[in-house]
């Protein structure tokens, strides 16, 4: 019975992280006509009329092209909504038993949240004692939603690496966390670094399915759930 409750309380904490970034913005992708037509040597004076003609001319469709463009209100929109988030997340982990977040509660009501978030901030980082799944599937993964974000708004690796160390570490791991746990050193290394890691893998397995006509071993069945995966989890 102990065993089911925690199954249910660990399902509810990623269903709302994945149900926050499914109301999040879509990319920032370029509204364009199905066809492009893309010049390599051409200068801006020439017309299109005289495109057609010339070799350097390469027309493409753009349904295959993943390339989202830069988009800063996005960014701070979805940013916004992954704030709300941690903020239900932190309520589950409260009503969560303590063997789930390893919180003292008692002590916690006891100090009060200031007091007990300057103290923790204080005594961190540790090395914590929770689960396997909650160390290193759960907040790698978070990390890579953090990532997913930035670079479905237009940012370069390094600066969605850098947005995904911000979010987990001063948001979360110093922020909404730390009133009630020491911040975790596994958490400050794993969640960014691996985060980042797994979102680009993401990114770049997202850029190839869409290139490839939303095929994977040429079954637009396997590309299309592929992508839907993708875009749910990330």
């Known amino acids: ?85 941690a903020l239900a997340s932190f309520g589950l982990l409260w009503i969560a038993p303590e063997s789930i977040s390893k919180w003292d509660k008692e ?28 160390n290193y599937v759960i907040h790698p993964w978070a990390g890579a939603v953090y990532y997913m ?18 979010m987990s570490t001063f948001f979360w791991e110093y922020g909404i966390e730390a009133f009630a746990e020491i911040p975790s050193t596994q958490d400050l290394i794993v969640t960014p670094i691996f985060g980042s890691m797994l979102g680009e893998g993401f990114f770049i397995a997202k850029k190839q399915i869409i290139k490839k006509d939303r095929r994977i071993l040429k079954s637009k069945v396997l590309g299309n759930t592929a992508l839907f995966i993708i875009i749910i989890l990330m």
Do not use: H
């Open 107 to 134: 002590e916690i009501k006891e100090d009060g949240l200031i007091s007990k978030w300057k103290k923790n901030v204080k005594a961190g980082p540790v090395w914590d004692e929770d689960d396997f799944v909650m």
């Open 149 to 166: 974000t930035a670079r479905g708004s237009g940012y370069k690796p390094w600066e969605c690496a850098t947005y995904s160390f911000l």
């Open 1 to 85: 019975r102990f065993m089911r409750k925690n199954t249910i309380i660990l399902f509810a904490f990623i269903t709302l992280l994945i149900v926050t970034n499914v109301t999040a913005q879509n990319d920032s992708i370029p509204k364009s006509s199905t066809l492009e037509i893309v010049k390599d040597t051409l200068t801006p004076s020439v017309e299109v009329s005289q495109l057609i003609q010339m070799d350097t001319v390469a027309i493409i469709d753009s349904s295959r092209i993943y390339n989202p463009q830069r988009d800063p209100k996005r960014l701070l929109y979805n940013t916004g909504l992954y704030a709300g988030a």
